[in-house]
């Protein structure tokens, strides 16, 4: 059974940095897309950032040069480099798996989810 555990959320100061992890346990293979998604309050989940088996990334315009994902094969850990950090980055973020090496943006094309970790940004 698959299983997601972020960590790494917390409340921030505009301009600062924040990296987020997702322990990932449970998958079969390696054949798998991983990626982060966020809810802001009274707003739709949307994808941030995914990336596949082989390293290939996609990043939302939204956060193209501030955040950056990547993994660690070996330990089987997702993370998310979160850089100069704006209040409209606010949200809760998610850990997701997609049972395919391509990717999406959707959030609903994705098969397992963590609980989610709380970024906070303030002005």
């Known amino acids: 059974q698959v299983q997601l555990v972020e960590s790494g959320g917390g409340s921030v100061q505009a301009g600062g940095s924040l990296r987020l992890s997702c322990a990932a346990s449970?998958?079969?293979?390696?054949?798998?897309?991983m990626g982060w998604f966020r809810q802001a309050p009274g707003k739709g989940r949307e994808g941030v950032a995914t990336?596949?088996?082989?390293?290939?990334?996609w990043h939302a315009d939204s956060v193209k040069g501030r955040f950056t994902v990547s993994k660690d094969n070996a330990k089987n850990i997702l993370y998310l480099q979160m850089n100069t950090l704006r209040p409209e980055d606010t949200a809760m973020y998610y850990c997701?798996?997609?049972?395919?090496?391509?990717?999406?943006?959707?959030?609903?094309?994705?098969?397992?989810w963590g609980q989610g970790t709380q970024v906070t940004v303030s002005s």
């Open positions: 449970g998958f079969t293979d390696s054949s798998y897309c």
């Open positions: 990336i596949t088996a082989d390293g290939t990334s």
């Open positions: 997701a798996a997609r049972r395919r090496n391509t990717c999406s943006m959707w959030w609903f094309q994705f098969d397992y």
